[in-house]
Structures are given as C-alpha cells and as structure tokens.
C-alpha cells in the first residue's frame, strides 16, 4: 500500500530534550511537508522540502529543524529552543509539476512536554 | 493580506440533516482543496477544486473563484460526518505552500 507513516503517534519528552519525529512516504513524492497543529486551530507550516538536500523555512520554523537525505524520508527534530512544543505534527507530501496541487497527510504525532 | 476564513466555526446537526460549510478566500489564494480531520486527527482530502462543482457521494463543492469562495455541502449527514472541515489554497506567489481556514468543527448527532 502507498502512503505516508508518522512515528511515533504519541510522544512525551521533557523539557529541555531535543526528539526526532520520522516521516516516510513510498509514493514517489518530491515535495514533503511539516506542520504543527495546535487545540482548535489549523494547520501552519513548519519547514518544507521540494527535493531531496533541499528544504525551506515555513512559517513558524523556529526551534525546529529538518534533514531531507532520501527522497523517502523527511523527519523533524524539535529542539529545546523551541518554547512551546506540545501539539499535533502532521507530515505531508506532494507530486511537484504544474498538474499536481494535492498534499497527501501522514496520521500525525502528538507531542507533549512534561 | 493572505487569508482563509471558514464559517461556521462550529455547527451541530441532527443526523439526517444536510448542511452547507463556507469557505472565502483572498485574492493572493488559488486552488482551493478541502479536508475533513476525524476524531483522530488523520487529514483525509474531500475534494481539489479551484472553480466548478465537484460531487462524491453525499459530498459536493463548488468553487466560484471570481467571488474568492466555496462551498462544501453534505446531505443525509451521518455521525461518521463529524469532525473538523478544512479548506486550504495554495499560496500564489509559492507552487508549494498552502494557507489553511481555521476549520468547522461539525458534530453530527445520531
């Protein structure tokens, strides 16, 4: 089956420790994203990847940073930097050409600080 | 600025009933898509529509993209309906980015 996996789907951390949360796809995609969302609110952008050695900054990039070595995999580091971290992270990703405007969701990760 | 508003931010039906989720987007904003997140949080895609009408099932949307809006419909709502309703454009000057609506929190009631 094609498709996006996230792990772990829940995740505690103290504060103070940086964690790494995965996210692979086996569609074949270029473009992957990461998002951060928090109780009754939508989706912002994390950081961003068009191509595999390539990833941009979203809007809130802040205390977190990304790795794109393989096309398939595009896992997030929360850092200790980050002053708020707990939330729900979904990955996406997304075919790259004029024709293909959909992103794909994983099933997301629940962060919490204690 | 660049927005993406929903109304209603929450709406509560009793099954059976059929009801109409509004999405207004600016003018910085194209190709709308709209999503429903389950109880568990997982992002399903509803439907791409960046101008006509589009139906699935008991779902339907129309985009009309010269008045910046859209609208989801759902008939014959089902408990299963519940959840949050989003819909998201992709950000103009960017192939990649989407700005998201804050939602419609929908609970269908059996």
């Known amino acids: 089956d094609g498709g996006i996996t996230q792990s772990p789907k829940y995740l505690f951390r103290k504060e103070g420790q940086n964690v790494t949360l995965s996210c692979e796809q086996n569609l074949n995609h270029d473009a992957m994203y990461w998002y951060r969302q928090d109780p009754g609110q939508g989706l912002r952008l994390i950081y961003y990847?068009?191509?595999?050695?390539?990833?941009q900054k979203g809007d809130i990039a802040e205390g977190y940073s990304v790795s794109r070595e393989k096309k398939e995999s595009f896992p997030l580091t929360v850092t200790s930097a980050q002053k708020n971290p707990t939330a729900f992270y979904l990955c996406?990703?997304?075919?790259?050409?004029?024709?293909?405007?959909?992103?794909?969701f994983g099933p997301g990760t629940r962060l919490t600080v204690l | 600025g660049i927005q993406v508003e929903q109304s209603p931010p929450d709406l509560i039906l009793q099954e059976g009933a059929n009801s109409t989720l509004r999405c207004n987007f600016s003018d910085s904003v194209n190709n709308l898509q709209w999503f429903h997140q389950n109880p568990w949080g997982q992002l399903i895609n509803l439907f791409y529509i960046p101008s006509g009408t589009k139906q699935n099932g008991r779902l339907s949307a129309t985009t009309v993209a010269t008045e910046r809006y859209s609208l989801l419909y759902i008939s014959s709502s089902q408990t299963t309906d519940s959840g949050v309703y989003f819909c998201?454009?992709?950000?103009?000057?960017?192939?990649?980015?989407?700005?998201w609506g804050a939602g419609t929190k929908l609970i269908i009631k059996p």
């Open positions: 996406a990703s997304k075919r790259t050409g004029a024709n293909y405007n959909e992103q794909f």
């Open positions: 998201a454009g992709r950000k103009m000057d960017s192939n990649y980015q989407l700005i």
């Open positions: 990847s068009q191509i595999v050695n390539d990833f």
